[in-house]
């Protein structure tokens, strides 16, 4: 089976954002004070530079070490990649290869011709060396995202001067579309080294439509490449200004002070801005995301290792009551472990559960030996800096106990990440409420992650690999061999059909269980234009302009 680095993946990823939804939730618009730091005098009245508010930070510009989605928008926009993506669309196209790669017929082997008309920032010409310096740097020098690379790629090579080979350790047809990733962005050897831990965090030099000005705790500036290779910027230049809380984005936007406010509000802050829009001379952006949110149910400890009691649970999920309680309908509910995103994404967990059919867990738990005489009793944990997923579980308690009355006890409890993280993937808990930040925009990184297993067997269950790090510890020697059948599959829609029946598979085990799908709110400007939010989840600054 495949090698992906899944304990520090999963970590990783489960908890990339999770402090930012809990400062969200818990604050309240009214009380707020406006922040008093000004925007940068740069942006000031006449100028076309763009300024931008947001509560994320910029732990790191150092592309072997990136791995939050704010640090990924801006390396973006700093940087290029061998493969991207059309804007406004999820099709994958070259950017600084000229050509989709050559795949050998095994599958391992990628060859890829190369741009001759790339300059790094600093001066220095871009070519195949340079690619390869750049990949090997970001699979040695052992960043968190290093495993992406380093547990897939065998070796690179630069095989001419503008031609680049990479071999792989197995057949992985989603290849091409993890060569998109932010970090696999070509840097510069003269201002870079090889060598483990070796960072350089607040500079970058690489080849992308902006070149870093400066970098603070409060402030980012970007500054226009003048000597791109591409598509030119709409704008002067890019000035972040990084805020304490939602409630100063919230009003430094509102009183005008910024042109675009963008991740993250509350969803009080939301909706207020939603309604004010027509009056307050502001854009109103929403966009899905590929975010997914689930709960994981643990297979090892009773009661969820009994099927009839996760088929119980799934149906007892009332998504709608979730949507309009906890999120103001700023979510969308979700019925695979496959985003909408995808058109191969099914509902199953529709068409299989419902919304909050008690009369089915009724019945699922009768199966399962249990009635007012024999109740069930099963707990939720979440991370405790989420205050979005304790109102969450507290929603679901709450439905629950009302709708079967001495059938059912939910108990709510919490613990902070990084206990919860470790504690996950030695079998804890009956069930968590965890979240999905995709590394890569392909089916495969929404259901591999989950439903494989590295070392294990039935009866055994998942002892070492992805689901055993997820929390559920599934096994499946049929889950594992379709997966394996997608990775080395060319073939579209082949692959797509293997993608169909591995959901299925979700609903007939229930390992997980799908709850919610995040939106992505922009706010801007009027007069502000070409504001959005990719399909694939990036942010495109060079187009804004105004």
């Not at 818990?26 to 763009?50: D, E, K």
């Not at 030695?426 to 495969?444: E, I, M, R, S």
Request: proline share 6%; with cysteine; glycine share 6%.
């Amino acid at each position: 089976m495949n090698g992906l680095g899944f304990s520090r993946r999963t970590r990783r990823s489960l908890f990339k954002f999770v402090g930012v939804f809990a400062a969200c939730v818990a604050l309240i618009v009214s009380c707020a004070r406006p922040q008093t730091t000004a925007p940068t005098s740069s942006a000031s009245a006449g100028s076309n530079r763009i300024t931008i508010g947001t509560t994320q930070k910029a732990e790191t510009l150092d592309p072997a070490d990136a791995y939050t989605i704010f640090t990924g928008i801006l390396l973006y926009n700093l940087g290029d990649r061998l493969y991207t993506y059309e804007p406004g669309t999820t099709d994958l196209v070259p950017q600084l290869a000229t050509e989709m790669p050559t795949v050998s017929e095994d599958g391992l082997t990628y060859t890829i011709p190369l741009r001759e008309d790339v300059t790094l920032h600093d001066g220095t010409p871009f070519n195949a060396e340079v690619m390869k310096f750049s990949i090997d740097r970001f699979m040695t020098n052992g960043g968190d995202p290093a495993f992406l690379l380093s547990d897939q790629v065998d070796s690179v090579e630069a095989t001419g001067d503008y031609e680049l080979t990479i071999t792989l350790k197995y057949a992985f047809a989603a290849f091409p579309s993890l060569l998109s990733f932010w970090g696999v962005t070509p840097v510069s050897p003269e201002a870079y080294e090889i060598g483990e831990g070796n960072f350089k965090p607040d500079s970058f030099i690489g080849t992308g439509p902006y070149k870093l000005a400066s970098l603070s705790a409060d402030a980012v500036r970007l500054d226009v490449n003048e000597e791109y290779w591409g598509e030119k910027p709409a704008n002067q230049g890019i000035d972040i200004q990084i805020f304490a809380s939602p409630a100063n984005l919230y009003n430094t936007f509102r009183t005008g002070g910024l042109d675009v406010a963008y991740q993250t509000l509350d969803p009080e802050q939301i909706a207020s801005l939603e309604r004010e829009a027509d009056n307050g001379g502001w854009q109103v952006i929403e966009a899905g995301t590929t975010v997914v949110n689930y709960m994981s149910l643990n297979q090892k400890m009773e009661p969820t290792n009994d099927l009839n009691v996760r088929k119980a649970i799934a149906a007892m999920i009332d998504r709608n009551l979730m949507n309009q309680r906890v999120f103001q309908d700023q979510a969308e509910p979700l019925y695979s472990m496959l985003p909408t995103s995808f058109e191969i994404s099914k509902p199953v967990f529709k068409e299989a559960y419902g919304d909050g059919d008690f009369d089915k867990a009724r019945t699922f738990l009768t199966e399962a030996g249990y009635s007012e005489s024999n109740p069930l009793s099963f707990e939720i944990w979440y991370p405790s800096a989420s205050t979005q997923r304790g109102i969450v579980a507290n929603t679901l308690k709450e439905s629950i106990e009302q709708a079967l009355p001495g059938l059912v006890t939910v108990e709510v409890n919490s613990t902070e990440r990084a206990t919860l993280s470790e504690n996950i993937e030695k079998g804890a808990y009956q069930t968590v409420l965890l979240n999905w930040y995709p590394d890569f925009f392909d089916p495969d990184n929404f259901i591999q992650p989950f439903l494989s297993c590295d070392q294990g067997s039935s009866s055994a269950l998942c002892e070492q690999g992805a689901s055993q790090n997820n929390g559920s510890f599934y096994y499946s020697d049929r889950a594992n061999e379709l997966i394996k059948n997608e990775r080395a599959e060319q073939e579209p829609q082949a692959r797509d059909a293997i993608f169909t029946e591995l959901q299925d598979i979700l609903i007939e085990d229930v390992p997980y269980i799908p709850l919610w799908q995040n939106k992505d709110y922009i706010f801007a400007k009027e007069g502000v234009n070409n504001v959005d939010i990719e399909p694939t989840q990036q942010f495109l600054l060079w187009q804004i302009s105004k």
